[in-house]
């Protein structure tokens, strides 16, 4: 059987919104989307109760063997009828979350990725593969993004996807299937881990050989967040880290 680390962390002062759950083969993370103020999301939840309901519907399905995107469709369709009776579901701004899913089936290692989340695979001897999300990156216009077009480009051809009230959103994921024999393990992130990629000049082979560790990943994050600040946005970022080892 594969062996699972994880560990997660809220931005200093804030409550999490990421959130991490695990199984005997399998794990998954997800990063909700922080509102920005002024927004009205038209539900009465909030975002860290959409990750732990959407990593509930995950856990009841991920066992079965379907394919991992119809198993996150099949979640966020739980979901969603959890507060239909509720809540707007039609408001572009309900919250959301990112999703990435590493399942081991055998001598097969199934993947997903949706937005900006990232899985790194590692390969025995060194080396890794990386499998990222960059259509939220790559809006019109650059950044900083208003609220206006990521209302208009959020689960939009053309646009990015994220794991909110469309479960057809999870058919746009980055999804594959690899021989796990010729891997040492797999490593899941959020966005507020691979800024020391994206960021603060970690290879990506430092970052996934790090994950086998990641109490002490999110504890270099914050150390280089308060030394050298961020490139944009907000300095601290709920981060979470997990490193599946197979046998």
């Known amino acids: 059987m594969p062996h699972v680390r994880y560990a997660t962390a809220a931005a200093p002062g804030r409550a999490n919104e990421d959130y991490v759950i695990a199984g005997p083969s399998w794990v998954a993370l997800f990063d909700g989307a922080t509102a920005p103020p002024g927004v ?130 999870a058919g746009r994921a980055l999804a594959g299937t690899v021989d796990a024999a010729g891997l040492e393990g797999v490593a899941l992130f959020t966005d507020g881990v691979t800024r020391l990629a994206d960021w603060y000049g970690r290879t990506w082979d430092e970052l996934v050989a790090g994950a086998r560790d990641p109490e002490a990943l999110i504890a270099e994050v914050r150390r280089r967040e308060r030394a050298l600040g961020p490139v944009r946005g907000k300095q601290h970022d709920d981060a979470t880290a997990a490193w599946m080892s197979f046998p």
């Open 40 to 169: 009205r999301s038209g539900c009465v939840h909030d975002v860290r109760w959409l990750v732990r309901t959407l990593a509930s519907g995950v856990a009841a399905r991920v066992d079965g063997g379907e394919p991992l995107a119809d198993v996150l469709a099949d979640a966020i369709a739980a979901t969603m009828s959890r507060h239909a009776g509720t809540c707007d579901l039609a408001n572009p701004d309900s919250p959301s979350a990112t999703a990435a899913l590493a399942r081991l089936r055998g001598d097969r290692l199934d993947y997903l990725v949706l937005c900006d989340s990232a899985i790194g695979l590692a390969h025995p001897g060194g080396g890794v593969t990386v499998v990222r999300d960059e259509r939220l990156d790559r809006l019109p216009g650059g950044r900083p993004y208003s609220v206006e077009l990521v209302r208009s480009l959020r689960n939009r051809p053309g646009g990015f996807w994220v794991a909110s009230t469309c479960p057809a959103a």
